[in-house]
Nanobody
Framework: QVQLVESGGGLVQAGGSLRLSCEAS????????MGWFRQAPGKEREFAAT????????YYSDSVKGRFTISRDNAKNTVYLQMNSLKPEDTAVYYC?????????????????WGQGTQVTVSS
């Protein structure tokens, strides 16, 4: 089992950048695929990005591709989401999640472990 704690959210102007961090507890972090999801007010939670356990492969939703970068440091038990060129529509609570599924997955049902979320607000 793994516990996840996100940080780094905040208020930023459109066009700005933020880096989210998600620190995991436990010794087996490097065996988990990690993902970032987000939930905007009044909307369902949606997939943003995922990275393989070893960090060699990444995948993004069309809405963030080219602007966001997911990365991980297994020595620090941490996954990151670098968000550039932020838009007001990126405003959401951002969640990191861990999965034991090896193959790439955008389905939150494949992620049994979740953090509490961190708020990102982008002003126009």
């Amino acid at each position: 089992q793994v516990q996840l704690v996100e940080s780094g959210g905040g208020l930023v102007q459109a066009g700005g950048s933020l880096r989210l961090s998600c620190e995991a507890s436990g010794r087996t972090f490097s065996s988990y695929r990690m993902g970032w999801f987000r939930q905007a007010p009044g909307k369902e939670r949606e997939f943003a990005a995922t990275i393989s356990a070893g960090g060699s492969t990444t995948y993004y939703s069309d809405s963030v591709k080219g602007r966001f970068t997911i990365s991980r440091d297994n020595a620090k038990n941490t996954v990151y989401l670098q968000m550039n060129s932020l838009k007001p529509e990126d405003t959401a609570v951002y969640y990191c999640a861990a999965s034991t599924v090896v193959l790439r997955s955008q389905n939150e049902r494949n992620y049994p472990y979740w953090g509490q979320g961190t708020q990102v607000t982008v002003s126009s």
